[in-house]
Every structure is written in C-alpha cells, then in structure tokens.
C-alpha cells in the first residue's frame, strides 16, 4: 500500500503556521512536526479524511553525483533527529478512528476525540 | 534496453469514498485547486510551482479509497517509447486528459502499483510565495534590520511534489528496488537495514533522481 505522498513548503514558520491550521480543523496528525536525519527535512505528516497520509517538508538535503550512499542499521535514532516518538498510526499507516481535537483555551473546551490506543509511540 | 530518463516527479492520483470531505482537506492543506471534471468527477490541484498539477482527487467508484499511483516527467518522448515497449506497461503512450495536456504511458510494477511517465505538458507560471522574510537573526550575526516578521493564519501553499513511499512485503523488497533502478535513473541515497535480520526494509532505501551535469535532486 501506499504510505505516504510529500510536498514541499516555503519553510518552518508556514510549515507550522499549516501544522497548527490542520490541529485547530480538527484533522489526524500521523507525526511531526520533526526534523528527519537521512534527506535533514523539516516533516509533518497528516491523515487525510479518507486515512491517506500526506507530508508537508521543508529545508530538505541537496546531493550530487558525489554524494556516497549510506548504510546503516535502522535505530532509535535514524528516523528523526528532534519531534515526537514516531507514533505507531504513522508506521503502520493505519488512520485513528476519530480525529483529535485539542483544548481550546478560549472557550475553555475540553479536548475531544482522544482515541489512546492510537497515540502510543512505538518503541524503536 | 536503455533507461526511463526522468527529471522530477509530476503528480499522484487519488480516488476518495467523499469527495467532498477530502477536498475540504486538501484545501486546508494547502493545494490550490485549478480544474473540476465530471465523468470522472475529479479535481486538479496545484502548489506554487511551475507545474500544472500536483494531485488528482477523484471520486472512488466504490466505497473505498484508492491510490492510482504517481507520475514521473521524462526528458523526451524517446523515453514514452520505452515505457510502452516494455511487458508491464499497461496502456501505450496515450493523451494526458489533465490540465496542460502532454502524452502519458502508465506501467504496472511487480507489486501491482501503477507508475506513470509523462512528457509534453504546457507548465504554468509560478504562484508569488506567501514569504515576507527569509533572513533570520542569529546571536552573532543579524542581518534582519528594522524588518518585521508578520503572518498570518493559514494553509501551509505547497509548492512541489517532492517524494512518495511505497510499503511492500519484505519478500518482494529488493526486487521492487531492483526495477524501479533497473527502469529509471535512480541512485541509491541511503539505506537502512534491520539489525537482528540483515535485510534493507522501511524506510529506506530512499533513492534520488540522477541528472545530468551532476546535479541530483531528492
């Protein structure tokens, strides 16, 4: 199956003005946001309505013809190098069944939706 | 046989059970919708560069979602020629039915994912970035004089389609690697393997693009 499609955004502040943007629509975060090791890019996946996930990066890598592949065994520390625990949703691309909506300080609402089973981070 | 040249990736292709919930979404995050078809009923989007689609939302046929694969722009039409001469391409070099028009081949790779070339689309003009200010002010070093950043609320404007993974069964893996690499101009950029097993898996290897004169995007 397909895991995921990625686009790319001007940079961190519009990446995290969107991340914030899809959060208050009420919408599933897969991970992020995070700064990915191989490739360096700034990541922030997204479960769309259907339960595809989408990627919005930004500040990725550039190689060339020079570049020397690297081999490496896969770690704690291969994925990301600072944002949260890669979630188990994102690894599996298994949508949450319902979206997760946070606090809204203003009207002083409580968070909805939080489904726990689906924010467990998985022990790499 | 020589190899599909392809310079950067085009578009992908998706069916949605809603179509109305999911291009909700995809407004939010951040696409521009360019054209609306019926029969398919679907919808074209655009980011800020230079291509004239990025993503295809269509209504599913069923009550299921569905990905119809990604589309990959080639150097020439010489390599749509290739592309339909090989056993797995499944529908010859035919009209592209999107915005800007081109010609298309769509192949089936061994693990039933439809990946597609095309060549020949009329690209459109950039979108101006919604970016104010890119110079930021370190401890040491602020080139950032009496210039404010001020933003607003809002999608993140995609600009490009950058990459997409596929998951196959491990079974299967290093042969889906060998021929998307024996079938375009793909490098290895990084691998990695499973500690206990020995064998490559998720998320890597990712590969890139090799152009000519050196230059290698991701």
Not at chain 1, 31 to 38: A, I, T
Not at chain 1, 104 to 115: H, L, N, Q, S, Y
Not at chain 2, 148 to 169: A, C, E, Q, T, W
Request: glycine letters at 8%; charged letters at 20%; one cysteine or more.
């Amino acid at each position: 199956m397909i895991h995921h499609s990625s686009f790319e955004v001007q940079n961190m502040d519009t990446q995290l003005l969107g991340h914030y943007w899809l959060q208050e629509k009420g919408y599933r975060n897969a991970w992020g946001v995070g700064r990915h090791v191989l490739g360096s890019q700034i990541f922030d996946y997204w479960f769309d309505e259907s339960g595809f996930i989408l990627e919005h990066y930004s500040d990725g890598d550039m190689l060339n013809s020079d570049s020397i592949p690297t081999r490496e065994a896969a770690g704690k520390d291969t994925l990301h190098i600072w944002g949260p625990n890669v979630p188990i949703a994102f690894l599996t691309a298994q949508a949450p069944e319902r979206a997760v909506q946070p606090p809204d300080i203003v009207t002083a609402e409580a968070a909805k939706g939080i489904a726990p089973e689906f924010l467990q981070e998985a022990v790499l | 046989m020589p190899k599909i040249r392809v310079h950067s990736l085009a578009h992908v292709h998706y069916q949605h059970p809603d179509l109305k919930v999911a291009t909700q979404f995809l407004t939010d995050f951040g696409f521009k919708e360019t054209q609306r078809t019926s029969n398919p009923t679907r919808v074209y989007y655009r980011g800020s560069g230079t291509q004239p689609y990025v993503y295809v939302a269509e209504q599913s046929p069923d009550s299921d979602r569905h990905f119809l694969g990604a589309t990959w722009n080639v150097e020439s039409a010489r390599d749509l020629d290739i592309a339909a001469s090989l056993q797995c391409s499944v529908t010859g070099v035919v009209d592209s039915e999107g915005p800007g028009g081109g010609r298309e081949v769509t192949l089936k790779d061994p693990v039933g994912f439809a990946v597609s070339f095309i060549h020949g689309q009329k690209l459109v003009a950039e979108l101006p970035h919604d970016v104010q200010e890119q110079e930021i002010n370190f401890p040491d070093r602020k080139p950032r004089l009496g210039r404010f950043l001020r933003f607003n609320h809002g999608p993140s404007d995609v600009h490009k389609f950058g990459h997409y993974g596929i998951m196959v069964p491990q079974a299967k893996f290093t042969e889906v690697v060998a021929f998307y690499q024996d079938l375009i101009n793909l490098v290895d950029s990084d691998t990695n393997f499973n500690a206990e097993t020995g064998e490559d898996q998720l998320p890597s290897p990712s590969v890139r693009i090799v152009e000519s004169e050196r230059r290698m995007t991701r």
